[in-house]
Each structure stands twice: as C-alpha cells, then as structure tokens.
C-alpha cells in the first residue's frame, strides 16, 4: 500500500506541473502556511501534510495559474487527473485517489497502542472511532496522543495518509473541541464534505500547535545552586609500561 501512495503522488507531481505550472507548488505551499510566512524547503517537516493537502484539497485560483488557458480547472488536482484517466488499468491507483478526494483531513486521538497489530483512534471532529491496519507513523505513539492525519479506507486496510511529523499531547485537544463547535453550531453535521470546507481552519489549529511544540527552546542545564552546566572535552594519553 506504500508503494500505492508512493507512485500516486509521484504522477501527481508531474501532472500538476504540466496542469498548472512550474510555480503550482509554491503557490499551494504560500496557502498551505495560513499563519506564518516561511519558504518552502524540501526539508520542511510538514513535507506529508503538505504533499497530501497540495493533492487532495488545495483549490487553484485564476491569480495563482500559470495555465494559458481561458478556463481553468478550480478542482483539486487529484480530481482533474482521474478525469483525465478515466481509461486507466491502474486499479489500486485510481481507488487510492478517489478515497484521499474524498478523504478531509481530522485530528485523532490514540486510543489503544498495540505495536505489530491494530490501533484504534478517535476522529475528534467527527466522533468517530477506526482501526488502523497500517501506522508507520505510530510507531511511538502513546495513548491520549493526537494525531493530524487523513485515515484511508482501501478495502480490507485501514492505512493514513498526510500525517503529521510529531504527535501532540492530549492537553492540546482545546483548540479542536472548539472547531468542532463551529462547525456544528453552522452545519450541525460533521459529513466528510462539511469537513474537508474548514481545512484551513484545521491547518491553522495544526501550525498553531506544531510550532510551539517543534520550536521549544532546549531547556537549560543546572545545577541546584542555579550555576549553568558548561561540557568539556577531555582527552587522556595514557602511557603503558
């Protein structure tokens, strides 16, 4: 199933800079960043958020288009290439992109930690339990941890796709409780499509809290009397007989 995903997002690629131009990307990437004004980097930790959200969610405007065209394609670019490949033999491809279309990103809780089988997870926003058959990323996850991710049903698997590089402590579910709110108080619904129309607001939440726990500041090192630890190199030579 890594592969799937690993093949779909290296044709998307392609498919977007030929759809919509060399700059589509960065263009996603100034979108993608709804709180802060970073530049995009292949080492940016939120590379998987990104990839996934540029695919499955982001909307291309007019301003934004290289396209030469009089008419341009507002849907995410996911959409505009399984059109494109209606006849394609690629099964397993094109249901794995169907599903990630039609997928909104959610936060979940960890609820059961059993390494080598399932974890179950609590959609936060949605109320709804699922259990993961594929979790890569929760190789060191504990329970009450939160989870920024998209959970992909492909057939019998359960697999997350776009998850986010660290995991947050349960403390920070205050945020979300209260999108969650919102959304109910406008739509009283949490349907997939009610969902995937507060994305911004889920990345804003998701940045808000990445970036204080990313960019904590390394504590520094004392002793009781409140004097700074200083380290030292040392090197012995020492002479045998």
Same mark, same amino acid.
Not at 35 to 50: C, K, R, Y
Not at 118 to 146: M, P, Q, Y
């Given at each position: 199933?890594?592969?799937?995903i690993?093949?779909?997002?290296?044709k998307?690629?392609?498919?977007?800079?030929k759809q919509?131009?060399?700059?589509?990307?960065l263009?996603?990437?100034?979108?993608?960043?709804?709180?802060e004004d970073?530049?995009?980097?292949?080492?940016?930790?939120h590379?998987?958020?990104?990839?996934?959200?540029?695919?499955?969610?982001w909307?291309?405007?007019?301003? !934004?288009?290289?396209?030469?065209?009089?008419?341009?394609?507002?849907?995410?670019?996911? /959409? *505009?290439? &399984? %059109?494109?490949? =209606?006849?394609?033999?690629?099964?397993?491809?094109?249901?794995?992109?169907?599903?990630?279309?039609?997928?909104?990103?959610?936060?979940?809780?960890?609820?059961?930690?059993?390494?080598?089988?399932e974890?179950?997870l609590?959609?936060i926003?949605?109320?709804?339990k699922?259990?993961?058959?594929?979790?890569?990323?929760?190789?060191?996850? !504990?329970?009450?941890?939160?989870?920024?991710?998209?959970?992909?049903k492909?057939?019998? /698997? *359960?697999? &997350? %796709?776009g998850s =986010?590089?660290?995991l947050?402590?349960?403390?920070?579910?205050?945020?979300?409780?209260m999108?969650?709110?919102?959304?109910?108080?406008e739509?009283?619904?949490?349907?997939?499509d009610?969902?995937?129309?507060?994305?911004?607001?889920?990345?804003?939440?998701?940045h808000v809290?990445?970036?204080?726990?990313?960019?904590?500041?390394?504590?520094?090192?004392?002793?009781?009397?409140?004097?700074?630890?200083?380290?030292?190199?040392?090197?012995?030579a020492?002479e045998?007989?």
């Amino acid at each position: 199933m890594n592969q799937v995903i690993k093949r779909a997002h290296e044709k998307l690629l392609k498919f977007a800079e030929k759809q919509y131009g060399q700059n589509a990307l960065l263009q996603a990437w100034d979108d993608f960043m709804v709180i802060e004004d970073e530049d995009f980097s292949l080492d940016t930790p939120h590379m998987q958020v990104f990839l996934s959200w540029f695919f499955f969610d982001w909307h291309p405007t007019p301003v !934004e288009s290289e396209m030469r065209r009089v008419e341009i394609d507002l849907r995410p670019i996911a /959409q *505009v290439y &399984l %059109e494109k490949l =209606s006849n394609h033999q690629d099964h397993l491809l094109v249901n794995n992109l169907k599903q990630c279309c039609a997928t909104p990103f959610s936060f979940y809780n960890i609820l059961s930690v059993c390494p080598g089988n399932e974890f179950t997870l609590w959609d936060i926003l949605a109320e709804k339990k699922v259990d993961v058959t594929e979790h890569s990323e929760l190789n060191n996850a !504990e329970v009450g941890n939160i989870l920024f991710t998209k959970v992909i049903k492909f057939g019998n /698997q *359960v697999v &997350l %796709e776009g998850s =986010s590089p660290i995991l947050f402590p349960s403390i920070e579910n205050r945020r979300i409780l209260m999108l969650q709110r919102e959304i109910y108080d406008e739509f009283s619904s949490f349907e997939p499509d009610v969902l995937k129309a507060f994305d911004h607001e889920m990345l804003e939440i998701y940045h808000v809290i990445f970036h204080r726990l990313y960019d904590l500041a390394m504590p520094k090192l004392q002793n009781s009397s409140g004097h700074q630890f200083l380290f030292r190199h040392f090197k012995y030579a020492i002479e045998f007989p």
